[in-house]
């Protein structure tokens, strides 16, 4: 699971759940693999981010890059800044782990990269 | 002004889709086509104009349904008619294609009627007259000219002379080749209900799929449309029910593997043609419980939701009052799941779909009927949607299915509740007609032997 993916996940949908943003992460397994660069996509992509829940994720798993608590203005034109937000969001893959639900505690496990978000029959 | 004329020259296949396909890559690419002769919807060619040959090469460099277009000199009802026309066309107007240092070949087509080698060299020695001063090269020749001669499309009763003759010049092939590349057969990872490749390309362009896109398919087995979607350029993610199917532990598909291997998955396809800086995420989900964030919106929707035939329609849920799975069997528990009913799971589709596509965006899903039922009022509805393509694929004598595109006109509001229409559950009446059609069978074999019996005993007699 990528950081890109993370970013647009909640866990609202669970009873009782009333935000369930971000989800946080614990990962087992890590796997950093080169991505082509595609600059356009990235400076789409970053104003519909959740940005401080990107930097945030990002710390959590060791993997900050040192992007700023703030987004830089005029980042589109700023080649090293989108290299880097790159690497966090695609070349940074959670393979091993689990997404936690912030407020029921539910756990989401990830196996291969593939996040499974099934819930019990007693949880729909 | 271009005063030029274009020959398209189609592939004889899914014709329902060929109009739609053209309609959406010319909003697509912003491009205006006007047509000289208005076609019918069986013939493979359509003789247009176009305000520049870039919009051309565009229009036919995007298209699946294209085979090739030509800058088309001449056109005729005989081909005595053609060859005066082509004496008669402006030295000028050829020169350009005609240089010495130009190589050329002219390539002899006919349509829908055989001939032989001979006969073919027949037809374009007839052309001896053209001022080509170039060289002949047979491979990769710069210049390429095209005679074309149409019989018809009924290839059991080709007529004596041709219907139509073109003659031209070569400009770009179609994207015929690309279906050839992503064959189903050689892919790594299939389901039993993967999309072929033609049928997958033709959705990403229903969806005007562009570069940098974000494309979800909701259900995506084996991710055949997320293969397509990302050769246009789309980032693409997935989400489905079934877990084995994302883990590839299912049966393999293909009757000659034992099992599968150990590294098929989605982003195992994607890899194989170099697009796996395409591939964003697969997750495991049931699509009637939805993870995405609110404010999430996708740039296309494309999809093929299972009809209840060769893949269950199911979701999460019990029939069972106050059900709770104990703590101790949590870790190996596997969900049970309930029926999830067309009606239902489509309206979900295109709720889901009025929410998360941005405005102008596209939803593409498939939608099963039963041919002799079929009434456009009767396909799933919503009023943030528009329905903009509507093509039919026939699976047999019953059934189809019609590729539907929508559009996203509008942001839902709270209030409105939409309406659901009622879909004929198409699982209990393909399996009702099929039994009709069985027991039928089945009677009329006993009726036969009956038959062949009485015949033997009055031979006896």
Known sequence: ?124 | MNTKKYLLYFAQEHLNFRFEEINSLLSLLKIEMDFIETPNKTQPYWLVKFKSEDDVKLLTNRSVSLRSCMELWAYSDTIEDLHRQMKQYPYELQAPYMQENQSFKIEVETFCKHFTQKEKVDKLEAFSYLPVKGKVKLKNPEIIFQYIEYYGTDPKSPPENPYMVFFGCWITNGLRQLIQNLSLKTRKFIGNTSMDPQLSLLMANQAQVQSGDIILDPFVGSGSLLVAAAQFGGYVLGTDIDYLMLHARTRPSRITQKERDKDESVKANMAQYNLDHKYLDVLVNDFAIQFWKDDLRFDAIITDPPYGIREATEKIGTSKENCTVSEEHLPTHIPAKIEYGLSHLYYDLLTFSAKHLKLGGKLVCWFPIFRDDYNEDGLPTNTCLKLVANSEQILNKHTSRRLLTYEKIGEPCGDIREHRNNIIDFRSKYYDTREETRKERRMKKAMERHRNRKETTNHKK
């Open chain 1, 1 to 124: 699971m990528k950081l890109l993916t993370h970013n647009m996940l909640t866990s609202k949908c669970m009873k009782g759940v009333n935000i369930g943003y971000p989800l946080k992460i614990k990962a087992v397994d890590l796997k950093e693999s080169e991505v082509d660069f595609n600059p356009d996509f990235i400076s789409r992509i970053i104003p519909k981010l959740d940005w401080n829940v990107l930097v945030s994720a990002a710390s959590s798993i060791g993997k900050n890059e040192n992007l700023p608590e703030d987004l830089l203005p005029e980042y589109e034109k700023n080649t090293e800044f989108l290299k880097r937000v790159h690497h966090v969001l695609l070349e940074v893959d959670v393979v091993n782990g689990e997404l936690i639900c912030p407020e029921s505690g539910r756990k989401f496990p990830i196996n291969n990269g593939i996040p499974n978000m099934i819930l019990n029959e007693d949880e729909v």
